[in-house]
């Protein structure tokens, strides 16, 4: 059994209780990590902000209801009263900012809620916490870490050298050109006025709470439901795959141990060809599943017209936090597949929901 609750990798020295704002906590990452932190540290005080857009859900969450140490809040990044009340009603010391756009398909049909969020709710929300933190006399272990993605680094051939902390920017979608925006905006507060920023730029997550337009978790539910398996282009590009709950723990790593200005990649060492994957899930389904609507489930893989500027490779070189900070992932892939797949098939009530009208349309739209 896999829980996002295992301990991280850093040292269990005593600590005082963080108070925590946790952005975005109500997608797939933040809800994974919120439980992360609210099973680790007892006696933190845990506050969400979420717009709860169509990738926030509440359901992720449910299990933290009647916790006197959590509270959610609905609200944008972009409010700044807003954000300015919470932090100081909560006393805030440490953000976890995970709220983004982060969808590479929609970034391609809309690209202005990307730059709105991920770039303008970025700058507000570091704003907001430098005034915070200003007035609060700049504590030493105050922190703020921002979550970014090995998208901006771009796209890798075969023979390339996976991504380290000093390859060069080279974002290619409009997403990632939004994340790197906001990468740029977060490091320069660290460099201007001393904040202590923190950035992770980490490879593709899975896991449990995943919304079902990204690829794992469409491949489980299309298999459930029958339903073609759609691979852009001929599947050969190629993801490095790092279980949600190592993510977890290697982000409270850099918030506990990491000096401040420092940027941390994060993978899983587990690059697989997209054709590769898809056929993976289907034998795990194939084998763990009662009666498939088709059967084997390799039956349902159908060839669709690739993602415009599809980025062929990416891969991280997590040779910093392992040897910094003593992170390592602790899932394989083949464990942590195999835990994915059991839990969309012992989850049915928190996915079928999310197959609106208003995700139907989006489905159309980008496999018309
Ligand atoms: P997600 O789409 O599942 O969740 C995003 C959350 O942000 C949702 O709950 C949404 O309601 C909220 N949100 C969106 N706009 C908001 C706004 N204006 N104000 C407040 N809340 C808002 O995303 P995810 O996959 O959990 O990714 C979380 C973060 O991790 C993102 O910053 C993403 O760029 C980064 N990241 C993701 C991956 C991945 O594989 N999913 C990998 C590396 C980095
Ligand atoms: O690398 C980190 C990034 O990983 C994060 O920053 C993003 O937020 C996250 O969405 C993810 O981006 P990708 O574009 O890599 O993830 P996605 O699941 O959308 O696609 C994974 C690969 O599978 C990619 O090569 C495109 C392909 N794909 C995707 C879908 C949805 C398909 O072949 N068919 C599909 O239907």
Not at 125 to 131: G, W
Not at 225 to 233: A, F, N, T
Not at 237 to 242: A, E, G, H, K, Y
Request: proline share 6%; glycine share 8%; charged share 20%.
């Amino acid at each position: 059994m896999i829980t996002s609750g295992q301990k991280s990798n850093r040292s269990q020295e005593p600590r005082s209780p963080r108070k925590i704002l946790i952005t975005g906590g109500a997608g797939f990452i933040g809800s994974n990590f919120v439980h992360h932190w609210h099973e680790t540290y007892l006696s933190d005080r845990i506050v969400v902000l979420d717009a709860l857009t169509y990738a926030g859900n509440l359901n992720n969450l449910k299990d933290l209801n009647g916790s006197s140490q959590f509270r959610f809040v609905q609200g944008d990044i972009c409010d700044r009263p807003l954000l300015d009340q919470i932090l100081a009603e909560e006393s805030i010391d440490t953000i976890a900012h995970f709220a983004a756009e982060s969808h590479v398909d929609r970034s391609i049909l809309g690209p202005d809620a990307f730059v709105r969020t991920n770039v303008v709710g970025t700058f507000t929300l570091l704003e907001s916490f430098r005034q915070h933190w200003l007035g609060r006399g700049k504590p030493k272990d105050d922190r703020f870490l921002h979550v970014s993605t090995d998208e901006v680094y771009g796209s890798l051939s075969e023979n390339d050298l996976a991504f380290s902390e000093t390859t060069p920017y080279a974002p290619n979608s409009p997403y990632s050109a939004s994340k790197a925006g906001s990468d740029h905006l977060v490091r320069s507060y660290f460099h201007t006025y001393g904040m202590p920023t923190l950035i992770t730029n980490c490879s593709n997550n899975y896991g449990p709470y995943h919304f079902p337009e990204k690829l794992v978790p469409l491949t489980c539910i299309n298999i459930l439901m029958g339903k073609p398996l759609p691979i852009y282009g001929d599947g050969q590009n190629i993801r490095d795959w790092l279980y949600v709950g190592d993510h977890c723990k290697a982000i409270d790593c850099v918030i506990h141990c990491a000096p401040p200005g420092e940027t941390y990649n994060i993978g899983g060492n587990n690059e697989v060809k997209n054709i590769d994957l898809v056929a993976m899930l289907c034998d795990l389904m194939d084998e763990l599943a009662i009666d498939l609507p088709v059967h084997p489930a390799r039956q349902l893989i159908t060839f669709v017209k690739d993602r415009p500027g599809h980025d062929h490779r990416y891969a991280i070189d997590a040779t910093k936090i392992r040897t910094e900070l003593g992170w390592t992932p602790s899932v394989t892939v083949d464990e942590g597949l195999r835990h994915t797949v059991q839990w969309y098939l012992t989850h049915p009530e928190w996915w079928q929901p999310l197959l609106s009208p208003a995700y139907q349309d989006y489905y159309k739209t980008v496999y018309a």
